[in-house]
């Protein structure tokens, strides 16, 4: 059974050979697997048979980003300094890179139309999407499943990009206080990722198996906003970046952290096929309640601790965490194997090859 036939078995709620298997890392967890492999990182993933693939997606060719001093632009015209953190372990010496927001452009308007005058939305225009069937028939030739999510600054959102515009506490206060105000923004949002995903679908030609959007909805122990609140001004580009997927014959899968029980029902109304994450150190987000209420109805895809097991816990503990997840997650099928988030590059070798075999170990069906 190839990558292929299992993940969609899987996510038809059946089961196939073994779970299907993904792989998160940052990019210096990337760094060190390399280095300590000494293979390329595509060979590592091909070493553990890992079922999904990511394209890179369209190529930006828009207005420079770059504003002197290691200042940069993002796509929505915040501007950003990285922030490097380097990690020294016995592979020597890895370092994670995070573009911090230096200010937030939209803070400062008060009126609707002033947030539509804004003039630096970004265009759909400002991507060449020409290598996009060829990034996915590299993947198809592998028997691997397609995937494309785009990085971590440019992800089908609404909350996260509105909190870089607007500030965090910001644009939370207008959902309360401005609702107009925040209706524009998640308006303006929402009508790029429209069209800039419906370019990057067509280009694909019908040949991206899942588009994985990503927008924080959750915190360490409840919801960033209340259920009613995601309701009003964030499902109706939810359920509208869903539907542009399956309109293209994508399977679409949503990342967000934290603890979102109370929307998962949401979700799954909205047409969601996969929901990402399943932080299990987040309030009401245990494995065992997700399966059993919602596992007939959605699928997930994570759920393997990356602030405790991975980074702290020794390799006896890592394979013991997979264990227990998967004799929660994998009966019927309806999940994919993964860990909450990216691999972090604190987390040792030792741990990540322990996962990655553990996988393997514990997930097989017959």
């Not at 922030?83 to 372990?89: E, F």
């Not at 969601?272 to 009401?284: K, T």
Request: aromatic content about 12%; hydrophobic content about 35%.
């Amino acid at each position: 059974m190839d990558s292929r036939e299992r993940t969609f078995i899987a996510l038809e709620h059946q089961e196939p050979d073994r779970v299907p298997v993904d792989c998160w890392v940052s990019s210096g967890t990337k760094q060190k697997i390399e280095s300590r492999f000494k293979i390329p990182f595509d060979d590592f993933l091909d070493l553990y048979d890992v079922d999904l693939r990511y394209i890179e997606g369209p190529q930006y060719i828009g207005p420079s980003m770059e504003s002197g001093s290691e200042v940069e632009t993002d796509i929505w015209g915040v501007p950003r300094k990285p922030v490097r953190c380097s990690l020294n372990d016995s592979m020597g010496i890895c370092t994670e890179t995070y573009k911090e927001v230096i200010e937030s452009p939209l803070q400062k308007f008060s009126m609707g139309e002033e947030i539509d005058n804004y003039p630096f939305w970004p265009s759909a225009d400002w991507f060449d999407y020409s290598d996009i069937e060829r990034q996915c028939d590299e993947i198809l030739e592998k028997g691997r499943v397609v995937v494309f999510m785009g990085d971590r600054l440019n992800r089908f959102a609404q909350l996260k990009p509105a909190m870089y515009l607007r500030g965090f506490e910001q644009i939370l206060l207008d959902m309360t206080l401005d609702p107009g105000i925040a209706a524009a923004i998640f308006k303006n949002i929402s009508s790029f990722y429209m069209e800039y995903g419906r370019r990057i679908l067509e280009s694909a030609r019908g040949k991206i198996d899942i588009l994985c959007t990503g927008d924080d909805f959750g915190a360490q122990q409840n919801m960033l906003i209340s259920p009613s609140m995601w309701k009003d001004f964030l499902e109706k580009g939810f359920s509208d970046f869903i539907d542009l997927g399956k309109e293209y014959g994508a399977r679409v899968m949503h990342h967000t952290c934290g603890s979102v029980y109370d929307i998962v029902e949401e979700m799954i109304r909205c047409g969601l096929d996969i929901l990402q994450s399943i932080q299990p150190e987040s309030d009401n987000m245990d494995p065992h309640v997700l399966k059993v209420e919602f596992g007939q109805r959605i699928s997930f895809q994570g759920g393997i601790s990356i602030q405790k097991i991975l980074p702290y816990g020794t390799p006896d503990e890592v394979e013991a965490h997979v264990k227990s997840v998967f004799g929660e997650m994998m009966p019927g099928g309806g999940y994919i194997a993964c860990t909450s988030h990216n691999i972090q590059a604190d987390t040792s070798i030792e741990n990540i090859k322990t996962l990655f075999n553990a996988y393997h170990v514990y997930g097989k069906y017959v």
